[in-house]
């Protein structure tokens, strides 16, 4: 098939052995690229191992949009066996990385094995060579970016960890360009379990299409055509801090460790305050929707904001001070840390303490305990230790009840939306195929101006729909969702896009049936590596059902169990998975995965 270099490149850390093996069309066919590509190598090669040691495996992984003059098509997905969570897991990062690894005429980099001794992967076009990283093992992720610039150029594609993932914290995060950040639930670990700081690539080569100046006639509409929306001019004043607001008013502020849906300090740090705070902006590359919002910190620094981080970083843990945020911010970034499971990690910590569960005093919106908690969650000590491993294995150790405001599902720390008066987004983090993330399905907005507090069909059937769209297309294109979601840009323009790449015309029905099919093995390894399953795995935390919130307009509010139970019941219907969440043979068979199905048969009859 057109519109791949059709190259996989595999690093052995272990043996130094280098590879280049070709994809197969199979593989293109029938699972995309991206995440479509990641989850089928990790079902066939990385089979009940400690995602820690040397036999897991970490895949960077392009789509076929990846890289062409397409609107935000600067994305690849990285993909592991995960720390956090040991199920699947993947993060898409927006970075100059994906597009050089194309150049250099690779669609996948698989590493394997570990090193000796710290080291980085240097991907020059066809040569490929494992560096000495001595000197920079220690270093923030700014720093390393810094150094490996200056040696080899600015015209170069970098993903790099911080301290955070050579400590192996379990969700430290894969960093690029000083804010981008993807792979959630760990995959900056496995890159420290590795000894690998970082992946350098420059690449010249061009990225191949069936037709090029289709594809170029295209790309310019579609830039054309987003800058013309009318939502354009506000979404570049804001970027995702338009949701905070909206947020607050609708009650699923995360504030107080999702305790309550509203800030009572949230005018001082919503994005009205941003837009006056901010000196700069910044993005991935190719994408004229630049959404990271540049503050200086209350040091005086620049710092990356959008939604996610000033949720978890302010509210969560009762920070009313936007450049104090920011200022945390940057030090989750420096160490390579997920900022959402950070915020979490420091919220539950402050609950804890606030209720007498640990000796240690941690006051909500105390900035010096949590600009001090980031360093010994960095280095995993002292208090760090407790939350090291993420917030369900603390509940864990504290015990007394604690899980029940562990806020996560499968281990990976919910994002910033509270649930409590949200069934259908409840659903979304809770059968989200990576642990609890916004990214497959992100309901929320929907279900606010619809029927919010309904638990029917309709709502089961559109969580559906955005993890199919959502989830299966935009992460396996591979590009990014945002100018659909927040500017309106049309999914028509997508199946025009790949036929100009592969030269295959597409329907969005085929996409659909990739979707499910990639959905399908996501879950598929979940139950093979965690040798358990029930549908216990795919509830949110007790908090939102058993403790209404006190506050605001949805005081008084929480989740039926009852019938949150039964839209589960549909959703695996709908699936075509059992009542215990795991897909039926017929629904292995029916998205073309009949192997796979062997695997589990002794589970799903
Ligand atoms: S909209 Fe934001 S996240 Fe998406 S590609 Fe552009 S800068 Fe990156």
Sequence with gaps: MKGYTGKLLRVNLSSGKVATEELSEELKRDFLGGRGFAVKLLWDEVKHVDPLSENNKIIFSTG?????????????????????TGGYGDGNIGTMAAIHLRRAGYDVLIVEGKSPK???LLIEDGSVKIADASDLWGKSTFETEDILQGRHGKNTGILDIGPGGENQVRFAVVMSQKGRAGGRPGMGAVMGSKNLKAVVVKGTGTIPAADPNKLRELGKKGYDEIKAKDKYDWWIGQGTMQAFDWCNENSCLPTYNYREGVF???KGMDGEVVIKTKVDRKGCPLCNMQCGNIIEDSAGLRSELDYENVGMLGPNIGLKDLRQVALLNRMADEWGLDTISLGSCIGFLMEASEKGLIPEKVSWGDFEAAQKLIVDIGKGEGLGKLVFCGVRSAS?????????WAMQVKGLEISAYNCHACPGMALSFATSPIGAHHKDAWVISWEISTDRFSYNKEKVQKVIELQRIRGGFFESATVCRLPWVEVSFGLQSYPEYLEAITGNAYRWEDFYQIGDRIYNLMRAYWIREKGTWSRQMDYPPDRWFEEPHSQGKMKGVKLD???YDQMLS??????????????????????????????????NG
């Design 64 to 84: 076929p949009l990846t890289g062409q003059a397409l609107p935000s098509a600067g994305k690849m997905v990285i993909a592991s066996k995960s720390p956090l």
């Design 118 to 120: 710290p080291c980085y």
């Design 264 to 266: 009572e300090h949230s």
């Design 396 to 404: 864990e150790i504290i015990g007394k009840g604690s899980h029940r």
């Design 561 to 563: 169990r009852g019938k």
């Design 570 to 603: 549909l959703y695996y219907e709908l699936r075509g998975w059992d009542q215990n969440g795991v897909p039926t043979i017929d629904a292995f068979e029916k998205t073309g995965l009949k192997g796979v199905s062997k695997e589990l048969i002794g589970r």
